[in-house]
């Protein structure tokens, strides 16, 4: 009897184990202010520097604080204040079958293209409410604004670099190429599409301390004669 219950306690603690071990998606590189992670299982901790960030887990952030991920891909995650955003899924295994799904929960999010979405951009999604956004090497932003704001309510997707397919659950797609923005609104007016290309950037959309880095790995470096 009790060699059979050591067993069952080696099982539990086996099963115990791998459910511990979520997928490794990448790690904090900065954190500014007061943030938060929460995995999959629902346990949370406050997130410092050096973090593993892993599929399932969602980090969230407090008023001006902000938080830089460094996917294993070599692709950036910038998460803003007031914001809360979910790994949804991540492989990175120099195969076709790589992948990398992103959902903005809430807030904004600004997103780099690493070496899946060079290689495999159609594998890349981000989610913001009723949108969807496939990448074509990309540096994107998208934003969700909530009723009560001083900006229009509504799903943003800001294009820095590059270009976007932005498709609604409605059934409406647009491309939106570099420096315009999709934008659908929360509430139609009458004779208002449902998907609107802006040609100006949203005002709210305000670089802080950690953009610099972002600017960093998408410009090109000019070699020194």
């Known amino acids: 009897m009790n060699t059979l219950y050591r067993w069952l306690a080696f099982l539990v603690g086996i099963t115990c184990c791998l459910g511990a071990m ?13 943030a938060t992670i929460t995995s999959a ?12 960030v892993s ?15 460094r996917m294993k891909d070599n692709s950036s995650l910038l ?18 079958s790589d992948n990398a799904k992103t ?16 290689a495999q951009p159609d594998n890349v999604k981000f ?3 009723t949108a969807t956004i496939g990448i074509r090497g990309t540096d994107i932003e998208l934003a969700i604004v909530p009723e009560g704001r001083k900006d229009r309510a509504g799903i943003y997707n800001y294009v820095h670099d590059g270009s976007v397919q932005m498709a609604l ?28 290309i802006l040609r100006d950037r949203p005002a709210f959309l305000q ?3 950690f953009d610099a880095l972002i600017n960093q790995l998408t410009t090109p470096r000019i070699p020194m004669r």
């Open 55 to 69: 599929v399932g887990d969602t980090i969230s952030t407090s008023k001006d604080s902000q938080v830089m991920v």
């Open 103 to 118: 959902s903005v929960v809430a807030g904004t999010l600004r997103a780099v293209s690493g070496q899946i979405g060079k």
């Open 169 to 196: 659950n409605t059934g409406e797609s647009s491309v939106v190429d570099k420096e315009l923005t999709g934008f659908t609104p929360a509430t139609l007016l009458p004779g208002e599409k449902r998907l609107q």
């Open 127 to 129: 989610e913001a409410g």
């Open 41 to 52: 299982s629902n346990q949370s901790k406050e997130l410092k520097r050096d973090d593993v």
């Open 207 to 209: 670089s802080g301390g």
């Open 79 to 96: 998460v803003r204040a007031e914001s809360k955003v979910k790994i949804d899924a991540f492989q990175f295994e120099n195969k076709p």
């Open 22 to 34: 979520a997928q490794e998606a990448g790690k904090v590189s900065r954190v500014s202010g007061q």
